[in-house]
C-alpha cells in the first residue's frame, strides 16, 4: 500500500520518502533508527573523553558571548553538575545569550572533553530533564525532511495500519527464546518507552534478520549439496592408516580433526565444499597430502592450485616429498612447462598415469584434462576469482572441492560470508615451535634496529623489509619502497645484497628475485606486500616493517609468519607511530600474541567487519539491527535453528512455516518447488 495512503503525506511527501527508499506504508513502519541517542544522566567521572553525554546542572556563571570571524559566535558559561563544575560552550547560537540565565536550572547534551572539563553543546533544554525517553531514535532523512516530521509519519502509518505487519517467526521459536511479537517490536524500536522495551524489540529484531539470512544461506548449502551429486570416493582406510604411519611426526590433534572431516566428506555422495582455515604453520600441507592420498587410494587423481608459480614448486617439492615414497606420481604444471614437455606431461596426464597435478592458474587451460579427478585443492583461495575456482572445479565429474587458507577469518565472519560452506579449523600448532620475538619500535629507533638486522645478517641469516607502497603519495606519507631499497643498498655497500620485490615487477621478474633470495644470492628483500602469501625461506629471520601502523592487524600477521619457519628464533621488528589509541592498541597486541584467530577477532573488533575483507570485496550481508560481531551468539543460534529447518520435513508442510517459506521464494531461492 502506497505511503500516500497514510493522512498527511501528499505527493511531495511521497516524493522525498521515495528518495529514502520509502514507497510503501510497510517500507515506511520498517525505517528504521540507525542509532539511539542515550538521554539517561550519568556521572561524568565515569564518561570516557569524547564521549557524548547528557547531563542537568545548574548554570553558575552569567553566560559569556563572543563573536568571532563572520557570523560566528560562542556562548560560554560554567556549569555545576552534581560537585563538578564545567564549562559548556554552544557554537553559533547567540540567541541563547537571552534565554539561560545564571541559577536556571538546564540540560545539557553534547561531547565530553575530559581534559578541558567542557561540553560542546548539542542540544540543551531549561528546567530538569524532561523524560524523553532514555533513548532516543536518530533517521537518517533526506532533503527538507525531518526527524521529527518522519516520526509523525512513522506514528500514523502504525496506528492506521499496524496490523499490516504481520508476525513471520514461527511460533515454537518465538516462544523458544522468548521473543517479542514482530508488530509490537519494531513500534518499540520507533518509541521505545523503556530501556526494556528498546532491549526486547532489538533482540527479536536481531535473531529475525539472522535467522533469514542464514535460512536463504542453508537453502542454498542444501540445494548445492542435492542438486550437484558429488562422487563417492571410497578411499583404502588401512592405506591411509599406513600413509600417516610414514610421517615424519604425528599429526596434531586438529589436524587428525580436520582430516576426520575432510574424508567424511569425500566418502559422502555429496559434493565437498569446504574452507578449511590454518594459521601460517599449522600444517595445512600435510592435511592436503592425506587429502590427495585418499582420493588417489579411491581411484582418482588429484589437483592441487596456487597463486604462484614460486609457490607452485614450493608445493610440488614438499608433496613430492611425501607422496613419492608412498607410490604416487606427483607433477608440477606451471606456465614454464611448455612444448613437447608440456604435451608429454598432458597426455600422461589424460591417460591416468599422473596421480597428482600441482600449478597454478595452467591448470584451468582447456586442453588439460584429467583422466579421473576426484579432489581439486586451492590454496590461499581469496586470490583466485570465483570464476577460476568454477572452472577447475568443472574439470571432473563433480569433484571434492577444498579450499584451504592462511587468512584467519574469525568465525563469525566466516559462517556469515562463507555461510553455504563448510567451515573446517586447524587451531593448534604443531609442538615445539619458537615464537616470533615482535617489538614495536619508533622511527628515531631505526638505527638500532638496522645494527639488530645487521647481526642476524652477519650470523648468516637473512631478512624481510616490508614496505607499504612503491610510490610517493601527497596524501599517505608512506615510505616508498625504492627509496628504501637505495638507502639499505647504500647502508649494507658491499656486506650484504639487498633485493627489490614489488608488484610492478613483471611475474618473471618476481620469481627471479624470490629465487635468488630463496638461494642467498640476496641476504635483503625490501618488498611490498606481493611476499605476503605462503612464501618458505627458513633461513630468513628477521623482518621490518616499515609504517606498520598502515596494515591490518591480519595481514602483519600474514607478513610475519614469513619468519619464523626455520629452527632459528625469529624477529619482527614494527616501525610505527601510530597516533590513536587504537592504533597504540593494535600495535602492542602484535607485540603479545602469535595467534592469528586472536589476531583477527581483535581486527574485526577494532575495525568492524566491513574493513576486515577490504572494502571492495567484502560481500558482506547488510543488517538493519543485527551487528554480526557483537550479536555473534544469535548469529550462531540463528544458523543452527536454519539448518534444523530446512533439513525438517515439517518445514514444508506445516502452516507456522508459510512466512518463511514465502521468504525463500521472494529472494528467489526457491523457486516454486519443492525440495525433497
Ligand atoms: P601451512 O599451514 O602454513 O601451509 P605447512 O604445511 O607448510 O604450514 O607446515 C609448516 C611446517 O610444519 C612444515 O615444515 C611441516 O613439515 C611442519 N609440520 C606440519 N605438521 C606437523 C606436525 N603435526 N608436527 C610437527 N611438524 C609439523
Ligand atoms: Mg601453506
Known amino acids: 500500500m502506497d505511503v500516500q495512503n497514510i ?4 505527493e511531495e511527501t511521497a516524493v522525498q520518502l521515495n528518495e529514502m527508499g520509502i514507497s510503501t506504508v510497510l517500507d515506511l513502519m520498517e525505517y528504521l533508527p540507525y542509532r539511539y541517542d542515550d538521554n539517561r544522566l550519568k556521572d561524568l567521572e565515569e564518561v570516557k573523553h569524547d564521549e557524548r553525554v547528557t547531563v542537568e546542572g545548574k548554570v553558575h ?10 557570523k560566528k559566535s560562542r556562548l560560554t558559561l560554567r556549569l555545576l553538575v552534581g560537585r563538578n563544575l564545567i564549562q559548556v560552550t554552544f557554537f553559533n547560537q547567540p540567541y541563547l545569550k537571552k534565554k539561560i540565565n545564571i541559577h536556571d536550572t538546564i540540560t545539557v547534551a553534547g561531547k565530553w572533553d575530559k581534559n578541558r572539563q567542557t561540553i560542546t553543546a548539542q542540544k540543551y533544554s531549561v528546567g530538569p530533564q524532561t523524560k524523553k525517553g532514555d533513548f532516543e531514535p536518530v533517521y537518517s532523512v533526506k532533503g527538507s525532511m525531518t526527524v521529527n516530521t518522519l516520526r509523525k509519519f512513522i506514528k500514523k502509518a502504525f496506528e492506521e495500519y499496524g496490523d499490516f505487519e504481520q508476525e513471520n517467526l514461527p511460533s515454537f521459536l518465538k516462544e523458544k527464546y522468548k521473543l517479542a511479537d ?25 535473531y529475525e534478520e539472522f535467522l533469514l539470512f542464514q535460512l536463504k544461506m ?3 548449502r542444501k540445494i548445492e549439496r542435492e542438486h550437484s551429486k558429488g562422487i563417492q570416493q571410497n578411499y583404502d582406510l588401512m592405506k591411509v592408516k599406513q600413509f600417516i604411519g610414514t610421517l615424519p611426526f604425528p599429526l596434531t590433534n586438529a589436524q587428525k580433526r580436520v582430516v576426520n572431516e575432510i574424508s567424511a566428506d ?3 555422495p555429496y559434493r565437498m565444499n569446504r574452507l578449511l582455515q590454518g594459521d601460517v604453520g599449522s600444517g595445512k600441507t600435510v592435511v592436503a597430502a592425506i587429502s590427495l592420498y585418499s582420493s588417489v587410494t579411491a581411484g582418482y587423481q588429484g589437483a592441487l592450485m596456487v597463486p604462484t608459480e614460486i609457490l607452485a614448486e614450493q608445493h610440488a617439492n614438499s608433496l613430492s616429498e611425501l607422496l613419492e615414497p608412498a607410490g604416487l606420481t606427483v607433477a608440477l604444471l606451471t606456465s614454464s612447462v611448455k612444448g613437447k614437455r608440456r604435451k608429454l606431461l598432458l597426455e600422461k596426464l589424460k591417460q591416468g598415469k599422473i596421480d597428482i597435478l600441482i600449478g597454478t592458474h595452467a591448470l584451468i587451460q582447456d586442453d588439460v584434462q584429467f583422466e579421473r579427478l576426484g579432489l581439486v585443492i586451492t590454496d590461499e583461495q581469496h586470490r583466485f576469482g570465483v570464476e577460476q575456482r568454477r572452472v577447475l572445479r568443472e574439470k571432473g565429474e563433480s569433484p571434492d572441492v577444498l579450499f584451504m587458507t592462511a587468512t584467519p577469518i574469525p ?8 555461510g553455504e560452506m563448510d567451515v573446517s579449523i586447524i587451531d593448534e600448532m604443531p609442538a615445539g615451535r619458537k615464537t616470533i620475538e615482535t617489538y614495536w619500535a619508533k622511527a628515531d629507533m631505526l638505527p638500532r634496529v638496522l645494527s639488530f638486522m645487521e647481526k642476524e645478517l652477519a650470523n648468516g641469516r637473512q631478512a624481510y623489509v616490508i614496505c607499504p607502497l612503491i610510490e610517493e603519495s601527497d596524501k599517505l606519507d608512506v615510505q616508498n619502497a625504492i627509496d628504501v631499497h637505495t638507502q639499505l643498498v647504500h647502508h649494507f655497500g658491499e656486506r650484504f645484497h639487498v633485493g627489490l620485490m614489488h ?16 638461494d642467498n644470492a640476496l641476504q635483503v628483500l625490501v618488498s611490498t606486500t606481493v611476499v605476503e602469501v605462503g612464501v618458505n625461506v627458513p633461513n630468513a629471520t628477521f623482518m621490518l616493517i616499515y609504517d606498520a601502523e598502515r596494515f591490518g592487524l591480519s595481514q602483519l ?38 595467534d592469528g584467530f586472536v589476531l583477527s577477532e581483535k581486527d574485526l573488533e577494532l575495525r568492524g567487519p566491513g574493513d576486515f575483507f577490504g572494502k571492495k570485496q567484502s560481500g558482506l550481508p547488510e543488517f538493519k539491527v543485527a551487528d554480526m560481531v557483537h550479536d555473534y551468539r544469535a548469529l550462531e543460534t540463528a544458523r543452527a535453528d536454519a539448518q534444523k529447518l530446512v533439513e525438517s520435513t515439517s518445514f514444508w508442510e506445516e502452516e507456522d512455516f508459510a512466512h518463511l517459506r514465502a521468504y525463500l521464494q521472494a529472494t528467489g531461492v526457491l523457486k516454486g518447488e519443492k525440495l525433497d
Open 7 to 10: 493522512k498527511g503525506i501528499g
Open 61 to 70: 556563571s552569567e553566560p559569556a558571548l563572543m563573536f568571532y570571524g563572520r
Open 182 to 206: 514482530r508488530q509490537k517490536a519494531l513500534y518499540h524500536l520507533h518509541f521505545p518507552e523503556s530501556t526494556e522495551d528498546m532491549k526486547q524489540a532489538r533482540r527479536r529484531f536481531v
Open 218 to 220: 542453508q537453502m542454498l
Open 266 to 268: 569425500m566418502k559422502s
Open 411 to 418: 568465525r563469525t565472519l566466516a559462517i556469515t560470508v562463507f
Open 503 to 518: 608488484g610492478r615487477l613483471h611475474p618473471d621478474e618476481k620469481d627471479e628475485v624470490m629465487r635468488e633470495f630463496s
Open 557 to 594: 600477521h600474514q607478513l610475519r609468519g614469513r619468519v619464523g619457519r626455520g629452527s632459528e628464533q625469529s624477529y619482527c621488528i614494527l616501525l610505527a607511530e601510530p597516533r590513536t589509541d587504537i592504533g597504540k592498541e593494535r600495535m602492542k597486541i602484535m607485540t603479545e600474541t602469535n
